[in-house]
């Protein structure tokens, strides 16, 4: 921690946390200054009383720190975070009511693609809106250094909840947590703790077991070509990097009852949901490159398991590979519950710095920046608005994600429940130049074929489900 002049103020600041870097990192090598920018809206069908719905925002300000985040640049460039005490920023309002709303979304686009000023300037903006339809709400974009998925619906439902107390009465919201706690609990994990020491042992040894094997959600055409050029018959990852990083978003939306087959399946055998997406993915990568037995995944870890975590805002988000080896005769709960397993080591070791091991594994494996063994990411959101709380009113309302126009990674699948049913969207942000929507569809579509054959009859090897998907 360093004390800093800001505006004639002396501050507290502090260094970025291990889950900034990785987004600090990418805004160094991305000329695109957009990239961290996350573009969501929340619209309630409702006659909404803007005045209120302003100051609730206030409010939330004030008890949501991470909203309140600021950067700074010290003379050797190294990045500070601290924070203003109050937010005096006017709330814009839009009336989009006479537009199409397609329309409408598309501006709410064209407004997520503008970057933020970096340093000592407000990291969000928040507009209030009108639909049409007599939907009603706000658009929020926030950069990703300050606010990861979890808290923004945190903070958007204390917006809704501080609202809904002003105008019908309802319960007031618990305070929220201290972000500046949760960050100096994370910064003293990184100073050489006992903690830190033991997950680094664990994922040496994870590392220098083998290597790897890439495997391309669009088959073996990138590494048979990458082989040809390197003339490396036996390279096993690949070059995932791109010249234009011009990304876009599709989304899938699997019907309620399919969606409460696969979650009652989940709850009848206590397997997570997102290790059952990730045996799919898993199984899908396997069927698109010649049945491959060792398949990775990057896996997005929320790490929020405590109150403090849960109800401080941040960005806490690490990623790791999750690597599974299957045999086909293993059946499709075995390989679940090996799935499970691989998870739940993850899990306990990964507030380890996702950059430090990134840079172990390509030192041990002599791998250039850019290359890797994983084609996708995945992150599992399981909780909507409504099951966060129970202060909102049963109202139909509707949620949006904007993309930002760009995207670090070839492909990244986000697996969210909707707001209206309960049912799962598979929202896939994926970069232009590594796949088309027809190709997303494609994925999406051999996905829940191989969901739907394991849960049907988990006694199946994966062997068979490979053949008949």
């Given at each position: ?25 990418s ?100 507009v ?5 339809d ?36 309802t319960?007031y919201?618990?305070?929220?947590q201290?972000?500046i ?8 994990y990184?100073a ?7 997950d ?8 220098e ?14 590494i ?12 096993r990852?690949?070059?995932v990097?791109?010249?234009s990083?011009e990304?876009?978003i ?15 399946f ?15 993915l ?51 709960m ?18 380890f710095d ?70 799962l ?11 088309t ?28 489900i490979?053949?008949?998907i």
């Amino acid at each position: 921690m360093k004390e800093f002049e800001v505006n004639g103020v002396k501050l507290q600041c502090y260094p970025l946390t291990a889950a900034q870097r990785i987004h600090n990192y990418s805004t160094m090598h991305c000329p695109y200054h957009q990239l961290l920018n996350i573009g969501t809206g929340l619209y309630i069908k409702l006659d909404v009383d803007f005045s209120v719905l302003k100051e609730s925002i206030y409010e939330a300000y004030q008890r949501f720190e991470s909203m309140r985040l600021r950067f700074l640049k010290d003379s050797d460039d190294t990045v500070y975070q601290y924070l203003v005490p109050f937010e005096e920023r006017d709330i814009e309002f839009y009336d989009f009511s006479h537009w199409k709303e397609e329309d409408a979304h598309d501006e709410m686009r064209r407004w997520t693609a503008v970057p933020f000023k970096r340093f000592h300037s407000p990291m969000n903006r928040i507009v209030m809106i009108k639909l049409p339809d007599n939907y009603n709400g706000m658009y929020m974009k926030i950069d990703h250094m300050t606010m990861d998925s979890s808290s923004i619906i945190a903070f958007t439902r204390d917006v809704l909840e501080i609202y809904c107390a002003k105008q019908y009465d309802t319960e007031y919201p618990k305070p929220m947590q201290s972000y500046i706690e949760a960050l100096e609990k994370d910064l003293a994990y990184e100073a050489g703790s006992p903690a830190q020491k033991k997950d680094a042992e664990y994922w040496k040894n994870e590392i220098e077991q083998s290597e790897p094997m890439y495997t391309d959600f669009n088959g073996m055409g990138r590494i048979i070509t990458q082989r040809r050029e390197n003339n490396n018959p036996n390279q096993r990852y690949a070059k995932v990097t791109s010249i234009s990083p011009e990304a876009s978003i599709s989304v899938f939306q699997l019907e309620k009852e399919p969606s409460e087959s696969l979650m009652k399946f989940c709850e009848e055998n206590r397997v997570p949901m997102v290790c059952l997406l990730l045996m799919g993915l898993r199984t899908v990568l396997s069927k698109f490159n010649d049945n491959e037995k060792d398949v990775s995944i990057k896996s997005c870890v929320a790490r929020r398991g405590t109150l403090l975590e849960k109800r401080s805002g941040g960005t806490r988000i690490h990623f790791f590979p999750l690597r599974t080896i299957m045999e086909p005769e293993m059946t499709f709960m075995e390989g679940l519950r090996m799935m499970q397993e691989k998870q739940n080591k993850l899990f306990r070791h990964a507030n380890f710095d996702s950059i430090a091991h990134t840079y172990l594994r390509n030192r041990y494996w002599k791998l250039q920046p850019g290359n890797s063994y994983e084609s996708i990411s995945l992150t599992y959101q399981p909780l909507t608005l409504k099951e966060y709380s129970g202060n909102i009113p049963d109202i139909p309302y509707k949620s949006m994600w904007y993309t930002n126009g760009v995207a670090a990674q070839p492909l990244y699948l986000t697996v969210m429940h909707r707001v209206e049913d309960g049912g799962l969207n598979f929202n896939f942000e994926y970069r232009k130049d590594a796949v088309t929507n027809y190709e997303m569809e494609y994925l999406y579509y051999y996905l829940c074929r191989v969901l739907f054959r394991g849960i049907e009859n988990s006694s199946r090897t994966i062997g068979e489900i490979l053949d008949i998907i």
